[in-house]
């Protein structure tokens, strides 16, 4: 064979050889599956929520969590008249259940932590008493409206992590309140709200 010959004969397999570092990057990847389940656990100021994830893709989830808030407080106040002691007692008490539905989408980086936003409905339940002495009153009510949320997740491993979340709320409630002191009475309101950034810190844990 002559050196023409060979010339033409490495100019041939010279692209089959190039080194595979030569080739474009592969894109990031995240470590999720479509099918996979997660749990998740939250909380807040005065809040706790609990909710699951049902993964559609590696980077979109539909997210159903319960968030659950309350308090109550009791107090009695005593003072002396011409009959002797007087004790008053009074409390307050307040509980409300809000369910939200909604889809996550999540974004792939070269980092441990996962960057999602996402997009949902709620609707939920809402229960407040209080009174003082022999006057008190308690309402019942409900409200339904829709969030967005935005976040991260840094992933401690593939089946673990913790992150923040803040969230955007739009609602619309009615509230029917009544009074336990005669004659009485019963009346409804109505009322719109937004609050913005609602956080809280959240661990999931993905099966």
Do not use: C, K
């Not at 100019?11 to 997660?38: K, M, N």
């Not at 996550?104 to 936003?117: Q, S, W």
């Not at 009510?141 to 089946?159: K, M, N, P, R, S």
């Not at 009475?185 to 709200?193: D, G, V």
């Amino acid at each position: 064979m002559n050196h023409r010959s060979l010339l033409l004969s490495a100019l041939v397999l010279l692209p089959r050889s190039l080194p595979a570092q030569d080739a474009p990057p592969v894109a990031d990847s995240l470590p999720f599956r479509r099918g996979q389940w997660a749990a998740q656990f939250g909380g807040g100021v005065s809040l706790v929520t609990l909710g699951v994830l049902r993964f559609r893709s590696p980077r979109s989830a539909w997210v159903l969590d319960a968030r659950v808030s309350g308090g109550h407080s009791h107090s009695e106040t005593t003072f002396a008249d011409s009959t002797g002691d007087t004790t008053i007692t009074s409390f307050t008490s307040a509980a409300s259940v809000t369910v939200r539905v909604g889809r996550r989408f999540l974004r792939a980086t070269r980092a441990a932590v996962v960057p999602f936003f996402g997009l949902g409905v709620l609707g939920g339940f809402a229960h407040e008493a209080g009174g003082s002495g022999r006057n008190g009153g308690e309402s019942h009510g409900w409200q339904a409206g829709a969030f967005g949320e935005i976040g991260g997740t840094y992933l401690v491993t593939d089946t673990f992590g913790v992150g923040v979340t803040a969230d955007v709320v739009f609602t619309y409630g009615r509230a029917t309140s009544r009074s336990t002191s005669p004659p009485a009475p019963r009346y409804t309101t109505w009322n719109y709200s937004a609050s913005a950034p609602n956080l809280r810190f959240v661990a999931t844990l993905y099966f």
